[in-house]
């Protein structure tokens, strides 16, 4: 049985994209799984002819929490926050509760509020770096955690290093300290939970909740808000003959896939992290600010060497 005996029964909460999608990886790389889906009736019809889950429930969470073993939380930020109570009062207390929310720090503080250390369901803070510019079932994708990082919370017995790490202003070196002072959690629910990560393709990596929170800030929060600020500014200058859009080649378009997204999907994202993203943003105001001054000298070229080094990294990954 896949992660061992602990983990047969499987109620995801929220059919969307993510939802989805981890259903299907289950479908496709596991076998012997009961999966349910949990959702808003309109939604959870939606996913009645994709065949992606065993049972469906919308309304009361009690049904769709009964007898699970894992309790997987796909749903917005704020919905989940809202939730969390009532989950932990109704997850069966063998049961591994995670959620795949894009900011962590505000999920773990609620959750350790809520769940007991000892002798009740288990929360684990989760969040797999992948998805689409595009929501909902119908883009799911049984292999959308192949080869994607799949951030896992934990706790670190160093007090200094969560504080260090959220110096935005600094830069500190956050290699060397990832693993530096992390608790892995011991426990067999985990343990299960981690081996069905790694058999959907997906790698996981243990980290702290303001570090993830910050890292996920630069390297996805900022990337979302700089295409939405230059689709803006180009939607804002088209003329009557579609200027200066009738000249863009494929090098727009990769670079505004992220223009794509509905701005429901990232308001609690932004919401939940706007300290990390305020800093973040000032940050790169001051790096535009230094490659205008660069424009007419040969100093620019070290900004694309250092550019280029990174695409070759990413590529590489």
Known sequence: MAGG???????????????????????????????????????IRQTQFTHTFDKTFSGPLGPALQNADLIYIALPISVTVDLLP?????????????????????????????FPEKGGPLFLGGHPM?????????????DLFRSSTYALITESADPEVEGVLTRIYEAPPYAAVLEKGLV???????????????????????IGASQHDYAVGLASHLPQLVAVALASFLYDRL???????????????????????????????????????????????????????????RDLAADFDSANELYKLLRSM
Do not use: M
């Not at 896939?257 to 509905?262: D, I, T």
């Open 86 to 114: 009532e989950i932990a009062r109704q997850a069966p207390a063998h049961a591994l509760v995670t959620d795949a929310c894009s900011t962590k720090l505000r999920i773990s503080h609620a959750a350790a509020e809520l």
């Open 184 to 206: 892995i959690p011991q426990d067999p629910r985990i343990s299960a939970f981690v081996k069905i990560l790694e058999k959907i393709g997906a790698r996981p990596l243990w």
């Open 239 to 297: 003329d009557e003959n579609g200027l200066p859009i009738t000249l863009a080649g494929p090098g727009l378009r990769d670079s505004l896939r992220l223009a794509g997204s509905s701005y429901s999907t990232w308001r609690d994202i932004v919401l939940t992290n706007r300290e990390v993203l305020s800093a973040t943003l000032d940050l790169y105001a001051r790096k535009l600010d230094e490659l205008r001054d660069r424009l007419g000298s």
């Open 5 to 43: 005996h602990l983990i047969t029964r499987v109620t995801i909460l929220g059919s969307g994209l993510i939802g989805g999608s981890f259903a299907l990886a289950l479908r496709k790389y596991l076998s012997n799984l009961q999966i349910a889906g949990w959702d808003r009736a309109d939604v």
């Open 130 to 142: 992948a998805g689409r510019e595009l929501p909902g079932i119908t883009h799911a994708d049984a």
